[in-house]
């Protein structure tokens, strides 16, 4: 996509949308089970916080990944992995879009004209915190408290409208946007890898006239980039996760609740819930990438990109040709001068000289 020149922005918009949208319906399981882990420990930490004794603590419902899975199919079936699915979905179509479109429009203004290269690395930041503050941070904070009420004794939420009406009412605007900046820095780093590895990987592999990958190729290159980005970016994910959990009150700000993870859990917190991330991120890099570029090569055919006018090369400039002329000398005028008689004159006698006109030319 680097090398590409500036696509239509509502293009690109759409085309990420769709992609999105299937890519959070496909992989929404493992986001609901790394969610339930990331939050399982601010029941403990609220307990030790209060001063209550280590067997007062509330044990963990979940061993692990797997238990975790198996417990939430016991007990709320199949669609119990669903729960707040609608909220990621709807809230992936503008995520998704944004980073795309914002993608392209950034690499576009970063691209060098001499070489056509671009920056991707600074192209995929820019992306990443646009999607942040337009899509991520206020979708992200309503997901994550929707799945933290499933855990609780008393439902708080009926469902999503409700959910988010009871937001905005208790907490105003701003509690849907707290986490804003670990979630700008989370994004930001997620893309800025992303993009620079699978477009790094494009312009090793497409060599010898070869333009676009195969969906297996875009597959398996978009999930070489996210594995990268999962290990890069975690620590972001697990303080906005926390910021953005009904237990968020307790901390001051996001600086304040990545110092008390450090403190109380130690700096491994940072990497709590790595493997389900790990194991999301690498099929929905792969899959979202693959969407895309899929829905693209099939919209272009209806919807063509404009071919740029080309700015003509001026001619070279002919020089007029040139007639060497032989140099004519000016003529020269040839006076003849008759001969003067040499006359003896005796030495008296005084002889005058009068001085020879001159010739008109």
């Known amino acids: 996509m680097a090398k590409s020149d500036s696509k239509n922005p509502l293009k690109t918009l759409t085309a990420g949308g769709i992609a999105g949208a299937l890519e959070a319906f496909i992989m929404f399981p493992t986001e609901y089970v790394k969610t339930q882990i990331q939050l399982e420990g601010a029941a403990v930490k609220k307990a030790k916080a209060a001063g209550l004794p280590p067997d007062q603590w509330p044990k963990p419902r979940f061993t692990g990944i797997v238990d975790c899975a198996k417990v939430t199919f016991k007990e709320k079936g199949i669609f119990g992995f669903y729960r707040g699915v609608g909220t990621l979905v709807i809230g992936s179509i503008p995520k998704a879009g944004v980073r ?3 993608y392209e429009q950034f690499a576009a203004l ?62 105003g605007l701003g509690g849907v946007y707290k986490g804003l900046l670990p979630t700008c820095l989370k994004q930001g780093c997620n893309q800025a890898v992303r993009f620079t590895v699978f477009d790094g990987i494009k312009g090793i592999v497409l060599t010898g006239g070869k333009k676009e990958f195969t969906p297996v190729e875009s597959l398996a290159y978009g999930g070489v980039a996210g594995i990268i980005s999962v290990y890069a970016t975690m620590p972001f994910d697990v303080i906005k996760t926390r910021m953005q959990g009904l237990e968020a009150k307790q901390y001051k700000s996001s600086f304040d609740c990545a110092r008390k993870i450090l403190a109380d859990e130690g700096v491994l917190a940072y990497w709590k819930g790595t493997v389900p991330r790990l194991s999301r991120v690498m099929f929905s890099s792969g899959i979202i990438f693959t969407f895309y570029e899929m829905i693209m090569r099939e919209m272009n055919k ?3 990109e404009p071919v740029p006018v080309s700015k003509k090369p001026a001619a070279p400039a002919v020089a007029a ?28 006698t005084e002889v005058v000289v009068a001085a020879p006109a001159t010739p008109k030319a």
Do not use: C, S
């Open 100 to 102: 795309f479109a914002a």
């Open 110 to 171: 970063l691209r060098d004209p001499k070489t056509g290269k671009t920056n991707t690395l600074m192209a995929g930041m820019g992306a990443g915190i646009a999607e942040a503050i337009f899509a991520v941070t206020p979708m992200e904070t309503v997901k994550t408290k929707l799945i933290h009420d499933v855990n609780q004794p008393v439902r708080k939420y009926k469902g999503l409208v409700h959910g988010v009406a009871t937001m905005l009412r208790e907490e």
């Open 302 to 304: 209806v919807w063509p």
């Open 321 to 348: 040709p040139v007639v060497a002329v032989a140099a004519t000398p000016a003529p020269v005028a040839v006076v003849a001068v008759a001969p003067v008689a040499v006359v003896p004159v005796p030495a008296t």
